[in-house]
């Protein structure tokens, strides 16, 4: 069969493609952020507000990926050997925002962070009360600091394509910002990790 151009295009035409700048991000607080406000110098946020922010400061994120674990077994007792599956790995996710200028969002995934395990302390060097404090070095549950991240790609007509539904969803890392003179133009960036227990695919199946 000789290969046809017009056939080609008619494929691509009538099945479109997805692109990966159309998509935006979920992410409900965990229960111990959840109601409550991210206190930056005496100004008073609600977390809710700062993670419907993120819909909108995303700038990168993956969808996620899936490693399937594998033995060598050697089918007869001898000879050459097989794969057979006996587990699967999920692979943690980076995503990236671009930071508000009051530094909300950095406070979000900070507090965030120290919530799951207590490794900061806080200083207090305006107004009256207690000049510091230090960390306890102490674990939360998990069911108290994870939570379901939602990920919506669309086609190029604003079509919902695809959600992705990241559950027991925790921050793993936040890395260190660089900071610079020379950097005039450049918005400042955050890098944080995802760890998750499973993933769904809403609609997804075979029937």
């Known amino acids: 069969m000789s290969f046809n151009i017009d056939t080609f295009k008619t494929r691509f035409e009538d099945l479109g493609l997805l692109q990966t700048n159309k998509f935006e991000m979920l992410i409900t607080p965990p229960p111990f952020l959840g109601g409550r406000s991210i206190n930056n110098n005496g100004v008073l946020t609600p977390t809710y507000q700062i993670s419907d922010s993120f819909r909108f400061r995303v700038e990168t994120a993956r969808i996620p990926g899936m490693h399937l674990m594998?033995?060598?077994?050697?089918?007869?007792?001898v000879g050459p050997t097989q794969k057979e599956p006996f587990s699967a790995q999920l692979t943690e996710l980076p995503f990236s925002f671009i930071v508000d200028k009051y530094g909300d969002l950095w406070q979000f995934w900070h507090n965030w962070v120290n919530g799951i395990f207590k490794h900061s302390g806080s200083s207090n060097s305006q107004g009256a009360g207690p000049s510091n404090?230090?960390?306890s070095y102490k674990a939360k549950y998990k069911d108290d600091f994870s939570t379901n991240v939602q990920i919506f790609v669309y086609s190029n007509d604003g079509g919902l394509s695809l959600i992705i539904n990241l559950l027991q969803a925790f921050p793993t890392a936040i890395t260190e910002i660089p900071l610079s003179w020379a950097e005039i133009s450049q918005p400042m960036r955050l890098s944080v990790s995802l760890s998750y227990s499973e993933y769904t695919v809403e609609g997804a199946g075979v029937s």
């Open 133 to 135: 404090s230090v960390p």
């Open 70 to 77: 594998f033995a060598d077994n050697q089918r007869y007792g």
